[in-house]
């Protein structure tokens, strides 16, 4: 497959789950944000961070320190502002571009929803939905993402694009985990002790912000504290927005791609290191306290961003 299917395949998958995790965090956000036990800047700022977009932010805040507070001021721009690389707004407009790139080999019905999708959310109706019904603008741009990523998986040749379409959307799903963890972990744990009730509403709404609430609950029998919380978004394999499963899900499709004997092919290097990240998520065993968290997910991250950097060195044509 030529690399320029191959780039624009990874970054559809890394968009369109772009766009679905920063919906589902701005929406887990806002609701923690009416609960009123948190200071403003302390539920917001975060948002920020994870985005990427802190540096941005500041420097349109220029000085205010009452805009780290201002949900919907935050909201706004992560949501619909058009010149914010990381808005919703501007990841469903990145995913579109790439999905009309490779046009013959998304299908018909992915790249319908993909468009329907673009065109609504640049449409005076998304607006007036979003100041009329918040929560439910963030429900319709996660129920499209989720509807795209499924016709993809089931109206799709499963050959190499949509392992690279894949392969884009588990790393995608690594970095945010790792990313809205760290942040709210350390953001929770370091602040004086809370009361029990309140301290258990954090880390329930952190678990809601990666869909994770039903499946923890199940397997932890109502146990809720911050190294629960923390095992089971790093290690529990069974749960698809794991850390432990992303990274075992996207070696296994970079082998598919490139399999692991093939020496005369591109992206042994990258598939090495993809399996030593996995390898080690694996055979973690520690206690998952205070910095141990902050350490093994800041090497989450940076593992993560290296091994993009040379996956599109190796296989995506990148200089």
């Not at 299917?5 to 589902?24: I, K, N, P, Q």
């Not at 205010?64 to 721009?77: K, L, N, Q, V, Y």
């Not at 894949?166 to 004086?192: C, F, K, N």
């Not at 923390?230 to 598919?256: D, G, T």
Request: with cysteine; glycine share 6%.
């Amino acid at each position: 497959m030529i690399s320029r299917v191959a780039d624009h395949a990874f970054w559809l998958g890394r968009y369109v789950e772009r766009t679905e995790s920063t919906a589902r965090l701005l929406a887990t956000t806002h609701s923690l944000a009416l609960d009123g036990e948190l200071e403003p800047a302390a539920c917001w700022r975060p948002v920020v961070v994870v985005a990427g977009e802190e540096p941005h932010y500041a420097t349109r805040a220029a000085g205010e320190p009452s805009a780290w507070g201002d949900g919907d001021r935050i909201e706004t721009f992560l949501a619909i502002d058009p010149e914010v690389p990381a808005s919703i707004v501007q990841s469903i407009a990145a995913a579109r571009d790439n999905a009309r790139s490779i046009r013959e080999v998304v299908s018909l019905e992915a790249w319908e929803c993909l468009n329907e999708l673009y065109l609504w959310s640049t449409s005076d109706g998304a607006r007036r939905e979003f100041t009329e019904r918040r929560f439910a603008f963030y429900r319709r741009v996660r129920d499209a993402t989720q509807l795209a990523l499924g016709l993809m998986r089931s109206t799709m040749l499963h050959d190499e694009p949509l392992d690279f379409i894949w392969l884009g959307v588990m790393l995608e799903r690594v970095s945010q985990t790792a990313r809205i963890l760290d942040v709210q972990h350390h953001a929770y744990t370091s602040t004086p002790s809370r009361h029990e009730v309140i301290a258990t509403s954090l880390w329930l709404s952190l678990l809601r912000s990666l869909s994770g609430y039903e499946p923890f609950m199940k397997q932890s029998r109502g146990k809720v504290d911050a190294e629960a919380v923390a095992r089971f978004l790093i290690r529990e394999a069974r749960f698809p927005r794991a850390i432990a499963f992303c990274v075992h899900a996207a070696y296994q499709r970079l082998a598919a791609i490139r399999p692991p004997e093939a020496d005369d092919l591109p992206g042994g290097a990258t598939l090495t290191r993809l399996r030593a990240l996995d390898e080690l998520i694996a055979r973690g065993h520690g206690a998952l306290r205070g910095a141990a968290v902050h350490e093994l997910l800041t090497l989450v991250v940076d593992e993560t961003h290296a091994i993009c950097d040379s996956l599109g060195k190796e296989l995506l044509g990148n200089a």
